[in-house]
Nanobody, 119 residues
Framework: QVQLMESGGGSVQTGGSLRLSCNYT?????MAWFRQAPGKEREGVAR???????AYTDSVKGRFTISNDNAKNTLYLQMNSLKPEDTAMYYC????????????????WGQGTQVAVSS
């Protein structure tokens, strides 16, 4: 059983930055950040494998960076140049298989942390 706990959300203005953290109890093959805005489906934002291979959804490329500190058992999402459309609940997720952006493939989820970006 893997437990995940996010932190670091908050409210910022357009162009601002936030760093989300996800503390986990044990590292597994694929870890990712998803987000869900009101009335929308949950979407994959960034993912990283245990070997450090990363991938991003197009809308955040060049602005967001996912990283993993194995020594601290912490997954990060550095978010720069934030836009109002980035407003959502952000979730940390993990799975013991090949990485994807399909939320249904992920077994373990955190409770989420809210990000709000105002114009």
């Amino acid at each position: 059983q893997v437990q995940l706990m996010e932190s670091g959300g908050g409210s910022v203005q357009t162009g601002g930055s936030l760093r989300l953290s996800c503390n986990y109890t044990s590292e597994i093959f694929c870890m990712a950040w998803f987000r869900q805005a009101p009335g929308k489906e949950r979407e994959g934002v960034a993912r990283i494998t245990h070997t450090g291979t990363t991938a991003y959804t197009d809308s955040v490329k060049g602005r967001f960076t996912i990283s993993n500190d194995n020594a601290k058992n912490t997954l990060y999402l550095q978010m720069n140049s934030l836009k109002p459309e980035d407003t959502a609940m952000y979730y940390c997720a993990a799975r013991r298989a090949v990485c994807s952006f399909d939320a249904s493939h992920f077994t373990y989820w955190g409770q989420g942390t809210q990000v709000a970006v105002s114009s």
